[in-house]
């Protein structure tokens, strides 16, 4: 098992550039995050899905958009990048279960700087 | 409100030396899971220890053990034996459980651990 895969690693944009994050598991996972951790500071929610076709805000949605056509993948995009949006992009899963005790897997991270 | 603070921003620790990182919560859930992971420098999140909310037990894995305790909404991650690869940062998270699924990972703003030989 690969676990959760993301692509880029590293990414540079300029104001205003488009581009989407690409995120993949292979853990048959019904749950798929996405967070940014920006630097000294935890990870904040952007978007999250419970299964194929279903996706809901998290806390910091603003500027992005996501996408869940199969379980596998949950693809990040940004529109119009701005310099807030420089951060690490985590993307991670989960399987359901009671009384939430089942751990996120993460990816490795995609960081993207916009200038 | 946060839901989950961590009040130091930075630890340092003798090898092999024990250090407690505080986590305290807040939720009004019955069901809810309570979750430790390390970041190195490198950047990569690793789940450390879990604990739920009706365990009685507090969890243990290996060197790293919570220090669960309920009624204050506090969840402290103990490392014995400290090694200079325990250097990371350290984020508490919880997910509140609902019956027909769960919630994402809600994390605190982390600690820094600094291990000293």
């Known amino acids: 098992n690969a676990g959760v895969t993301q692509t880029p690693k590293f990414r540079i944009l300029k104001i205003g550039q488009s581009m989407t994050l690409q995120c993949t598991q292979d853990?048959?996972?019904?749950?798929m995050y996405w967070y940014r951790q920006d630097p000294g500071m935890g990870l904040k929610l952007i978007y999250y899905?419970?299964?194929?076709?279903?996706?809901d805000k998290g806390e910091v949605p603003n500027g992005y958009n996501v996408s869940r056509s199969t379980t596998e993948d949950f693809p990040l995009r940004l529109e119009l990048a701005a310099p807030s949006q420089t951060s690490v992009y985590f993307c991670?899963?989960?399987?359901?279960?009671?009384?939430?005790?089942?751990?996120?897997?993460f990816g490795p991270g995609t960081r993207l700087t916009v200038l | 409100a946060q839901k989950i603070t961590q009040t130091q921003p930075g630890m340092f620790v003798q090898e092999k030396e024990a250090v407690t990182l505080d986590c305290t919560y807040d939720?009004?859930?019955?069901?809810?899971?309570l979750f430790w992971y390390k970041q190195p420098s490198s950047g990569e999140m690793i789940f450390l220890i879990y604990?739920?909310?009706?365990?009685?037990q507090n969890a243990t894995e290996g060197r790293y053990s919570l220090n669960f305790q309920k009624a204050r909404k506090s969840a402290n991650l103990v490392i014995s034996a400290s090694q200079l690869g325990d250097s990371a940062m350290y984020f508490c998270?919880?997910?509140?459980?609902?019956?027909?699924?769960?919630?994402?990972?809600?994390f605190g703003k982390g600690t820094r651990l600094s291990v000293i030989a």
């Open positions: 853990m048959n996972h019904n749950y």
């Open positions: 604990q739920g909310s009706y365990d009685e």
């Open positions: 899905s419970v299964g194929a076709g279903i996706t």
């Open positions: 998270a919880m997910r509140e459980g609902r019956s027909s699924g769960n919630t994402p990972l809600v």
């Open positions: 939720t009004s859930d019955q069901s809810y899971g």
């Open positions: 991670a899963s989960s399987k359901p279960g009671l009384a939430g005790e089942n751990e996120q897997f």
